[in-house]
């Protein structure tokens, strides 16, 4: 049975309780970090660690727990060699519903649970990944990593049942992001381009790094919003996240990028990134 974290207790996953006025329950405060896990450690924490802080602001929840400490631990007692590892804080449990929490603050509801899954070998960095396109009619404020994630549910769930694997957004006309995870394209003249961090898109942690990648592969790199227009005219298009790292896009609403299948630049680029979790 899975060990996760509560509150400070390492418990069986079925003895682990919240309660029912917990914030994040009635009100979606709360907010969260997914760390890919290779070779028996979490990476890239220094970056998940500096957006925790600007996310936990941004919901007004407090918390100084040392998450690393706590993560390794749960790494160790779960025996996990390869997949992700979570956490989330909450604005914590206060005795009765109320939109205004008490003052001082009730304590914030932390938790943490690791997941096994095969990120080198997924099936999807071979076949690449079949998307549609949906109207972003998500919060505003999408730079904070929040459980306010009703929306994406949503679209994936429309896309499943479209026999699309997955959603990009469209808002006024541009790309901002697939449903839980940035997204990029090699344009026409092999330039990666992908959508400024800012309000409308994540600043994900898997994106600095790819980012940081193509300029050393020698790419040139523009962060700006692109047309789906130029989706539809680009030679490659992927995505990037902690929980899947760089995995190609082949098709939007049934229409072919580039050559239908899986781009070179793309390939490189994934290669490159797992070598760079393996030795941080």
């Known amino acids: 049975m899975r060990t996760v974290w509560l ?17 994040a329950l009635l009100f979606g405060q709360g907010v969260y970090e997914v760390s890919p896990v290779l070779d028996g450690h ?21 918390d ?56 080198i070998a997924n099936p999807a960095a071979q076949t690449g990944l079949k998307v549609m396109l949906a109207p972003d009619g998500r919060w505003a404020l999408r730079s904070a990593k929040t459980t306010q994630l009703l929306y994406s549910v949503i679209a994936k769930e429309t896309a499943r049942e479209a026999g699309y694997d997955d959603a990009w957004f469209v808002e006024d006309g541009v790309i901002t ?50 047309t789906t227009d130029e989706l539809f005219a680009a030679r490659e298009a992927f995505v990037s996240a902690a929980g899947s790292l760089v995995l190609p896009v082949t098709s939007v609403d049934a229409k072919p990028i580039g050559n239908g299948g899986p781009g070179v630049i793309t390939a490189e680029i994934r290669a490159r990134y797992i070598t760079l979790l393996r030795g941080d």
């Open 7 to 23: 509150n400070g207790e390492f418990l069986p996953e079925t003895e682990a309780k919240v309660s029912i006025f917990d914030r």
């Open 42 to 62: 979490f990476c890239n924490w220094a970056h998940h660690a500096a957006r925790l802080e600007r996310s936990k602001a941004a919901a007004r929840i407090a």
């Open 64 to 119: 100084d727990t040392d998450w690393p400490a706590v993560l390794s631990e749960l790494i160790t007692r779960n025996d996990l060699v390869e997949g992700r590892v979570y956490l989330q804080i909450t604005g914590g449990a206060p005795a009765d519903r109320d939109f205004l929490s008490p003052v001082p603050p009730p304590p914030p509801t932390r938790l943490a649970f690791t997941q096994a899954a095969s990120l």
């Open 177 to 226: 992001e697939q449903t839980s995870a940035n997204a990029h394209i090699i344009d026409s003249r092999g330039v990666l381009v992908s959508h400024p961090v800012d309000h409308a898109v994540l600043p994900g942690v898997t994106r600095i790094n790819v980012i940081a990648i193509a300029r050393a592969m020698g790419l040139t790199v523009e962060e700006r919003p692109f």
